[in-house]
């Protein structure tokens, strides 16, 4: 062992005109409890018996196409130099105030499996919903009263035909088109 003591006042200044080397699988302590650094000349560990703690002043920058790895592969977060993904077999999205999702481009898509199945855009500033899969339907469900229900669907291969699953209430009258049928069994 070598034992360095500037009798606990001063720092250990170490000035080199090189890299400075430590073999492969040696790594450097710190304090009693274990927290190390270490090489095994492929990966380098760094571990901890608590948190890892990173300070900067500035941003942590992490390379196009390296990702950060939570557990095994199944949970990344990685980016391109363009786009961020990330993979998750689920992903919770837990705010203590709000979410706000701003997007740029006018558009926010569901996918399922790859497929487009909804998109929420701006139109001139109208939102437009849109079913993005030919012919299915967008549904409105909820629940009432403890039994799930079916309150309103928007069939899209009937053009867009709205069937109600109860009353539909108008507090500015009832408009109905040039030829529009209406049908009572009483």
Same mark, same amino acid.
């Given at each position: 062992?070598? $034992?360095?003591?500037?009798?606990?006042?001063?720092?250990?200044?170490?000035?080199? *005109?090189?890299?400075?080397?430590?073999?492969?699988?040696?790594?450097?302590?710190?304090?009693?409890?274990?927290?190390?650094? !270490?090489?095994?000349?492929?990966?380098?560990?760094?571990? @901890?018996?608590?948190?890892?703690?990173?300070?900067?002043? =500035?941003?942590?920058?992490?390379?196009?196409?390296?990702?950060?790895?939570?557990?095994?592969? @199944? !949970?990344?977060? !990685?980016?391109? *130099?363009?786009?961020?993904?990330? +993979?998750?077999?689920?992903? $919770?999205? &837990?705010?203590?105030?709000?979410?706000?999702?701003?997007?740029?481009?006018?558009?926010?898509?569901?996918?399922?499996? *790859?497929?487009?199945?909804?998109?929420? +855009?701006?139109? =001139? +500033?109208?939102?437009?919903? $849109?079913?993005?899969?030919?012919?299915?339907?967008?549904?409105?469900?909820? &629940? &009432?009263?403890?039994?799930?229900?079916?309150?309103?669907?928007?069939?899209? +291969? !009937?053009?867009?035909?709205?069937?109600?699953?109860?009353?539909?209430? @108008?507090?500015?009258?009832?408009?109905?088109?040039?030829?529009?049928?209406?049908? =009572?069994?009483?």
């Amino acid at each position: 062992d070598i $034992t360095i003591d500037p009798h606990g006042t001063g720092d250990i200044n170490l000035t080199a *005109g090189a890299d400075v080397n430590i073999p492969a699988d040696i790594g450097l302590t710190f304090g009693d409890d274990g927290e190390k650094i !270490e090489g095994d000349g492929t990966d380098l560990t760094i571990a @901890s018996s608590a948190k890892i703690n990173l300070t900067a002043t =500035s941003d942590i920058h992490i390379p196009n196409d390296v990702g950060i790895v939570f557990g095994g592969d @199944s !949970e990344k977060i !990685e980016g391109d *130099g363009t786009d961020l993904t990330i +993979s998750a077999n689920n992903l $919770t999205v &837990d705010a203590a105030a709000d979410i706000t999702l701003d997007a740029a481009g006018n558009n926010l898509t569901f996918k399922s499996g *790859g497929t487009s199945i909804l998109d929420i +855009s701006n139109s =001139s +500033s109208d939102a437009v919903i $849109t079913a993005s899969v030919q012919d299915k339907d967008i549904v409105f469900k909820g &629940d &009432d009263n403890g039994s799930a229900i079916t309150a309103l669907t928007l069939d899209m +291969s !009937e053009a867009g035909a709205a069937t109600f699953n109860s009353t539909v209430t @108008s507090g500015a009258g009832l408009v109905i088109a040039d030829a529009g049928n209406i049908g =009572s069994a009483s």
